[in-house]
């Protein structure tokens, strides 16, 4: 197993059967999908998916994203949010949300943010304090659906 | 008073007075200034800074961004994230805040977003609770320097 970037064709549909797992995604087309898709990747960089495959049966077993705020606060910062991290349901306990974790908090601070940041629920806290995160603020939200 | 963009270069100065009341700001030179807000504008609609301006006084004394995430998840769904908000601290009092916030929700409403989220501290939950929001999740965080 590896953490990489999302890239093939295979992975993309591996990702969303995976990203079910995890909240809401309904029935995209791959017309929505790819089109999604082409907008994430021409942010480079900024805004990356990564992926854990199996390489035994190709599924993708977990995977996690994060992009890059700029900023003009702390002499024109970057700050790193990670975002829809899930690991399949059939290989949890193997570490895998660690290791998604560490890949796209390193791609953070290889692109020069000073802090990364997510939002949990308290539940998940503590994976994230061994994760090397500390409780800061709490979320605030307000839906429009 | 009106909520905008950020335009103009004496906005761009009155902006970075005012940030430097909520957090580090350093001495950002003016060319990495101009050169994060050019990043900035190139994002478009994606990433706006919104501003009130004292017509009087020609002082820029709010201001808050608010960034357009987007996702696989919920059929492809954007999320609005609500940074940077801060008050002049002559200012306080005049429902300044409430406004920039209004501003920065609609634009993430028109921008077909799904949600809205920011994060802030325990302090300031009743504020943006008034403003519509209701807590969720608890913010983690791992910093770089």
Known sequence: MHASNLSSEEQKFQVRKLLWQLTVCDSVSDKDFEDRFQELSALGDDHIISVIEDESSK????????????KFLRNCGKVGHIEDVVVDSNARGLK??????????????????????????????AFYEKCGFKQKEI?????FI
């Open 59 to 70: 599924k993708i077993i977990a995977t996690g994203s994060i992009f890059i705020e700029k």
């Open 139 to 143: 979320q605030m939200v307000k839906y």
């Open 96 to 125: 895998l949300g660690k290791k998604i974790i560490a890949f796209v908090t390193e791609h953070a601070h290889l692109m020069g943010c000073y802090k990364v940041i997510l939002d949990c629920s308290v539940e998940n806290k």
